[in-house]
């Protein structure tokens, strides 16, 4: 059984901070790109930031860089998404997505909602 899901997701006031967690199960993170994209109300998933396989390299939206960090704990099988500053307009359903290096698997959580509002 293969699952990512997806945790940390609430209420929190513009300027605050968030920390998502995703958790692995049923394979092994470490041949795996991570990423986590979003949703809003209205709005197409976008992409918000991607971790390598070995955490080496990193990629963000325009909009949330230098506020969102991505990072992984491959012995834990876990990636995380650290939101600071964060905004109204951040808030979305957050999707942790896993990609294989073979490019013959691609996998999906469920989503946790974030919303920033005072």
């Known amino acids: 059984q293969v699952q990512l899901v997806e945790s940390g997701g609430g209420l929190v006031q513009p300027g605050g901070s968030r920390r998502l967690s995703c958790a692995a199960s049923?394979?092994?993170?470490?041949?795996?790109?991570m990423r986590w994209y979003r949703q809003a109300p209205g709005k197409e998933r976008e992409l918000v930031a991607g971790?390598?396989?070995?955490?080496?390299?990193?990629n963000y939206a325009d909009s949330v860089k230098g506020r969102f960090t991505i990072s992984r704990d491959n012995a834990k099988n876990t990636v995380y998404l650290q939101m600071n500053s964060l905004k109204p307009e951040d808030t979305a359903v957050y999707f942790c997505?896993?990609?294989?290096?073979?490019?013959?698997?691609?996998?999906w959580g469920q989503g946790t909602q974030v919303t920033v509002s005072s």
């Open positions: 049923g394979f092994t993170i470490s041949t795996f790109h």
């Open positions: 971790i390598s396989s070995n955490g080496g390299s990193t």
């Open positions: 997505n896993a990609q294989s290096l073979s490019g013959l698997y691609f996998y």
